[in-house]
Structure formats: C-alpha cells, structure tokens
C-alpha cells in the first residue's frame, strides 16, 4: 500500500495527514506555533516556528506508518504570507509577515490614488489591499536593513509558505512556488501565468528574488535531510490552501463553488478555462494547473475573520474554555436578541474592501448575555459569506443552488444551519472536513502515478450532512438589515 503525505500549513497550526490509495485517512498529526503581534494590525510568524511545527506534525502523523510506503508529499498553505531568507544560510531576514497583516495599507492607499488600481486588476485579477504578498515583501526590503541591497545581488529568496517549505524540505535544493500561490501576490499576470515586469517595477521588487513557478501537480523536487522522512521522496503537489479545498470537494465543473472555514472564510467557485473579471469586488485567481495542461480559474471571496472570532470569544472575551463549547452557549438562547457582531477585527475583505474598518457590537441591551453575543459572533462569520456570494452570483451569472463547506468551523450544525437560511441555498458538508488537505494530496498522487484521474476524487467525495434553509425568509430579511446597518459602521 502506497501512502501520500499532505502537509497543511494554516495560520495557527500545522496539519499531516497521511493517506493511503483508498484516500483513506492512515496518519494524522497537528502543532500549533506561535502568533507574533507586534503592534495594532501587524500580524507575524517566526518561519522557524512554522518549519518546527511541521516537523511534529510529520513525526505524529507517521508514528504507525512504513516509512519506506510512501511515494509523495503535497503542500498547502497560508497563502499572501511572506517570508524572505538568505539563499546561503536558509535563514530568514525577518519574521514572516502574515496575510492578515494591513501594515501596508497606506501604501497601497498611495497606489490607488496614483490611479494604478485599474492596471492592476486588469493584469492580476486582485485589488490593491495589504492582504497580498507583495506589498509586504516591498516592506522588508525597504525596512530590513541591507534587504535591498542583497536582494538586487540575488543573495535572498522570497516565497509564500509553500515556497519556503519546498526549499526547506529539499534541503535548500529547490525554489519554486506554484500558479495559485504565484496568483496571489500582486506580482504575477494572470493571462500569461508569468512574473509581470511592469508590476515588479510597480510594487518595487527584483526579479532575482522570486521563485521559478510551476504547475500545481507535477514533481518540483525531492526531500533531503527531513527529520523522519527519507530522502529522493518527491514533492509533486503544491497549491494555496483555498485552491486546495476547491480541488479536494471536487468542484471540478465550472459553477461549483465550496466555502471553507478556517481562521477565515474563504468562497470559491469554479469558473472553467477562462478567467472571469469581477464587476463587484471580488478576487479572480488560478484554481489550478495540472501536469496535463488543464488550466481551471476561480472568482474567490474572502472574509478574514471566521473561525478567528471564536478564538476572540474564548481567549479575549473568556466566554468559553474550548472553541468547541460555543455552538452549546450560543443554542442556549433562542436567537442573539438583535445583537450584531461584525468581526472586522482585521478590516473587511471582499466585496468591501476596507482594510481601515474594524470590529463592531451592535444592538446590545441590558438583557444582553454571553450567550446572545456569541451566537451573533457566529452568526457574523455566516453573515460575512451572504455579501460575497451574492456578489459572486452576479458576476457568474449564475445562482447557486449548493455550497459545500470544510474546514474547524464547518462541524458547528447551528453556523450552518443559519448559513443555509440567510443564504437561502442547501449546505453540504463532506464526512471528510480537511478538504484542503485532501487537495493537496491527490494534487501530489495525481502528479506520481498513485492515482489516475479526476474521478477517484469525485467517487471518493462523500457526503455527511445537508442543511437546508428553515427560517422564515421576512426575518432573515430583517436580520441582513441589521447587518447591512452594523458593517456601515465597522
């Protein structure tokens, strides 16, 4: 039996998975690392931090496997996050800037008002927001002292996550990065899948940093010197990690979208062969690329809270002592008694846009409890996802019917249940949540031979609940009101 390695690098955690030719779940491993905020609205991860919780994430996950089964690895990450090392010691210059960091907003305030937005969009397919790579990456250069110096003589190396730990599971042999996180850092021309000269020159960033891109399935390299894996195993799958669940729920015809709930909230929907370029504020970007040349785009809302506002709720608030026991307070009350939270704690993504807007409470009373507030923290996470799909149903063209939904979040039935009634369309949740590592896997497997086609995914995909809309539609009404109300606000 040959096993596939998927390693999920998220913004809190690392997780392994290990699955064997079935897709069948064998191994599985996870270790949370460090968060890093250096003042209000910066967002930092040391990348050695991410590099050791991967390790323990292997060595758990393999603890029952042969280590000698495995035929290859797949990666998916956090995506916009940036790191920059030096190409002879490995070591990184400063501290990886998170993709939830809006340090940068001034300057892409400055590019907007220099009228360069619409180039952008059209070249990209992204806004000018700092929750992209490259205005980060234009930061470290202009505040790590002899950064650009050493950039221009080509002694540094930028990546995203995925970028990073390619280099540093082929022991510094291989820079690389695929289509989908190349996609997301304002560096890279949608249409001609390259680096784009005009935007590099735009963002200020040298071309001998950047890493060599490469589809999304196909071998880049090979392991050498990972702790508890042997070497020549190879590395042949590698896509962002909302690419990587659109990939895993099988959303393989255009129209089919999924929403995964992580730290935040992330809506894809497959577009087909041709990018489509929003009319609403969302995002257009690589779905994939496979080794056979099928090229897949997808239009792509972000909330950048979800999962986030629950951990604000246990750790800040102390309203619970575990993440799991919120969906108990928040069912302990009937509804959140007109109570709005807008979890902008790190400004509004998509179809706003407002890297300056931040969280807000509204509608609260002296009956107002713990429980009202945290059911109306989950309701905004869901509440969030009506603005962007109904943003991306007009620029589709298309309603949708079904949205499929993974990630932590997405095993909480009362958020989905309230996330099918104000979106008015079914909910279907997969047996499998990890999806995203799911992807990353069969990108890998499709890429060595360990599985054919498509359609092992697609027979494999099952489902373990539906949720259907039950609320009456006057209220739900009401209620997107008084969220319209309260994100006028934030």
Known sequence: MRHVIAIDQGTTGTTVLVLDERLQVRGRGYQEFRQIYPQPGWVEHDPEDIWASVC???????????????????????????????????????????????????????????????????LTGLTLDPYFSGTKLSWMLRHVSGAAAAANAGELAFGTIDSYLLWRLTGGAVHATDVTNASRTLLFDLHTLAWSDELLELIGVPRALLPRVVPSSGTVGTTRGVPGLADGI???????????????????????????????AFILMNTGDQPIASQAGLLTTVAWQLATGELRYALEGSAFIAGAAVQWIRDQLGFVGAASEIEALAASVP?????IVVPAFAGLGAPHWRPDARGAITGLTRGTTRAHIARAALEGIA??????????????????????VDGGASANDLLMQFQS?????????????????????????LGTGVWQDQDQVRQTWREQRRFTPTADRARVIEHLARWDAAVAKA
């Open 56 to 122: 323990a994430a292997l060595a758990a996950a393999l603890t029952h496997i042969d280590a000698g089964s495995i035929a290859a690895i797949g990666i998916t990450n956090q995506r916009e996050t940036t790191v920059v090392w030096d190409k002879k010691t490995g070591k990184a210059i400063h501290n990886a800037i998170v993709w939830q960091d809006r340090r940068t907003a001034e300057r892409c305030s400055e590019l907007i008002a220099a009228g360069k937005l619409p180039r952008v969009r059209q």
């Open 234 to 264: 190879a590395i042949a799958g590698i896509a962002g990690d909302q690419q990587s669940a659109l990939f895993g729920q099988a959303c393989f015809t255009p129209g089919d979208a999924k929403c995964t709930y992580g730290t935040g």
């Open 335 to 339: 509804d959140s008694a007109g109570v």
């Open 383 to 404: 509440l969030q996802n009506v603005d962007i799909l109904r943003a991306m149903e007009r620029d589709a063209g298309q309603k949708l019917t079904v949205l499929k």
């Open 421 to 445: 009634d104000v979106l008015g369309v079914e909910i279907s949740r997969p047996e499998l949540v990890e999806t995203t590592a799911l992807g990353a896997a069969f990108l890998a497997g």
